[in-house]
């Protein structure tokens, strides 16, 4: 098994942080947005989760979302998270199999910090899932530039460089 064959498979599309993803379930229930905090705009689904791959050559842009995210490994190398907190902490974690060495099989990232991804060894691929809730909707998505992150977080902005696409 390698990525391209992944890719193909599940049909994934590239997403708009970096990477490959395809929705695999939306809950048919609903929360009401008269029920949800202010930063969310209209109705959501309870759940939604994602497959997710990335490659060596592809990163994962430093983003945030409304809600947690849960991140499941599944096959292929181990995945670095960046996480910059909203008071300006900075944190990695690895997501993969190797727990002797303080890896997460399943990892949460929570709401409304930044954070962007890698795959740790070269010429590999991370394959993992990711789970909202409540469900995801592209209005959740913050994809920073460079410049607007870096202004914001100074003290991280070599990482921020080497994590943003623009």
Known sequence: MNAQEIIEYYNLKKHPEGGFYKEMYRSNGKILSKNLPSNFQGNRNFCTSIYFLLTSEKLSAFHKINQDEIWYFYAGSSVKIHIISPQGKYTTVIVGQDFREQEHFQYT???NHYFAAEVVLENSYSFVGCTVSPGFDFRDFNLPSRKSLSEEFPEHSKII?????H
């Open 109 to 111: 990232v929570l709401a």
């Open 161 to 165: 460089k080497q994590f943003t696409h």
